[in-house]
């Protein structure tokens, strides 16, 4: 079993950055694909970004530039740091693991933490 916990959100301007941190339980976390979602209140949880077991990195146009994924298999956490934040990047964050990593950037995924708020102000 996998389980996945999200910290770092919180309440930001328009601007400033953030780190969000992903620690994952179990042993299998070096093989498996990792990625990030978010939700905005009443719309649907869309695909931010996400990372291979070894290293391939890939995210959604939204957030190219500003945001970076990547991972620490010595820690077992993945990271999302988030720079020049904007008020539509306001959304609950979640966190999703998966052996495959299409089901990952599909939203498919078997592992999915409880997600952290971002809220950015303007």
């Known amino acids: 079993q996998v389980q996945l916990v999200e910290s770092g959100g919180g309440l930001v301007q328009a601007g400033d950055s953030l780190r969000l941190s992903c620690a994952v339980s179990?042993?299998?976390?070096?093989?498996?694909?990792m990625g990030w979602f978010r939700q905005a209140p009443g719309k649907e949880r869309e695909f931010v970004a996400a990372?291979?077991?070894?290293?391939?990195?890939t995210s959604a146009d939204s957030v190219k530039g500003r945001f970076a994924i990547s991972r620490d298999h010595a820690k077992n956490t993945l990271y999302l740091q988030m720079n020049s934040l904007k008020p539509e990047d306001t959304a609950i964050y979640y966190c999703t693991a998966g052996t495959d990593f299409r089901t990952v950037l599909g939203g498919t995924a078997d592992y999915w933490g409880q997600g952290t708020q971002v809220t950015v102000s303007s």
């Open positions: 179990g042993r299998t976390f070096s093989s498996y694909a």
């Open positions: 990372i291979s077991w070894n290293g391939i990195v």
